[in-house]
């Protein structure tokens, strides 16, 4: 799903656009017991709690396509019967209004998620009614001709709050608070199925997980059954690890610039689409040529690439690189330059010392105190 598809269903978790029918939830102890269930029409609610469950199930919709917020296609033997879609998809076409689905649901959440602690299952329903779209993007209402029925599912922990003193207004005093359990924001959730070019895609979910180097691999592959991506933290050390081992002695700090100015200049290229920047071998092997890897060092990239990133393997351009800065760091020293001037570090060997050179352009500041370069103070005295 790109921004513009998750934005579209988020909006539809405002007061405004509401059109979920039904919330359900199940509140499961640390030693994974079912305490109690919630089961009720959404616009039931009371104003306050309706407000409460909105800011939960949007932050489920919030975060980086990419890096927390996956679409994850589900293999076509999850949709036979007994698969992992199949069941999400009876479970959808219920409207959360079959119990024994709903059981099986929890149970299956319970076995799977590994979380130290009480938790909240938070589950709802909701049929959003595609407005249609003119070439210039004006929604017109009265033109819909999609229908969008989906269920969104979140797992929230739920602690107990901060000791500490509260005022009690009645009796003009302070006084220690009472603890109690308060429901968190979810650390995982998934949209099923995904909205995909304003339309029903069953054959993925949206996965979110708060924590994106945490992807919950046993968990995701129990409940939906979908194989997932490296993490976003993996994509980048992969990368690293590809171009160290495909260029070995010759990864000089040239080669490195070229690198990211090619891959900043392609960011560029594509920020306005809305699918993200992906690379799969053959673009990586592309970039590498294209900024002065020999075609020797090339002999061995796919070789590389298959041992480090796996064959079939791609990756995300904002994941693998930092293009909104250019850093190069030693032991004791970190330098970080705008990404449209890395011409202005370059290494030279002075006297037989391998230094970095910075250039000097413009005004210099020492902890927030502007000086003047050396160079130009002998250029004025001579």
Request: proline share 4%; hydrophobic share 35%.
């Amino acid at each position: 799903m790109t921004k513009q598809d998750i934005s579209e269903i988020k909006k539809l978790l405002t007061p405004k656009k509401c059109s979920i029918t039904r919330i359900c939830g199940c509140y499961v102890d640390g030693e994974k017991n079912k305490k109690t269930e919630l089961k009720q029409a959404f616009l039931a609610l009371p104003e306050e709690e309706m407000f409460k469950y909105f800011e939960i199930l949007r932050k489920t919709l919030s975060g980086t396509p990419g890096k927390n917020l996956l679409t994850l296609d589900f293999p076509l033997a999850s949709e036979e019967e007994g698969g992992t879609q199949e069941f999400l998809l009876r479970l959808r076409d219920s409207k959360l209004k079959d119990d024994a689905l709903l059981e099986e649901f929890y149970d299956r959440i319970i076995a799977n998620y590994e979380y130290v602690g009480n938790f909240l299952i938070l589950a709802v329903h909701d049929v959003y009614d595609v407005p249609g779209r003119t070439t210039d993007g004006i929604e017109m209402e009265d033109a819909s001709d999609e229908i969008y029925e989906y269920i969104l599912v979140c797992i929230c922990p739920v602690e107990l709050s901060k000791p500490g003193l509260s005022y009690n207004a009645v009796e003009n005093t302070f006084q220690n608070r009472v603890r109690d359990w308060v429901v968190s924001l979810p650390e995982t959730g998934f949209l099923f199925p995904a909205f995909h070019d304003r339309g029903t895609d069953l054959h993925s979910t949206l996965f979110y997980s708060k924590d994106a180097e945490d992807l919950k691999d046993g968990f995701v592959d129990q409940l939906l059954g979908c194989p997932l991506p490296l993490s976003a933290g993996d994509q980048m050390e992969t990368f690293h690890t590809l171009i160290e081992e495909t260029l070995g002695e010759d990864c000089h700090m040239e080669i490195v610039k070229n690198i990211h100015d090619k891959l900043t200049e392609m960011a560029q290229e594509h920020k306005e689409e809305p699918e993200p920047l992906v690379l799969d071998k053959k673009e990586v092997k592309a970039i590498l040529a294209d900024s002065g890897v020999s075609n020797e060092k090339l002999e061995h990239f796919d070789r590389h690439y298959d041992d480090t990133a796996g064959e079939t393997a791609s990756l995300l351009a904002s994941n693998v690189m930092n293009t909104r800065t250019f850093e190069v760091k030693t032991p004791d020293v970190i330098i970080k330059v705008s990404p449209d001037r890395t011409d202005l570090i370059e290494t030279r060997n002075i006297n037989g010392r391998e230094c970095l050179v910075i250039q000097l352009d413009g005004n210099v500041e020492v902890n927030g105190i502007t000086v003047r370069a050396s160079c130009q103070e002998a250029a004025e005295e001579d």
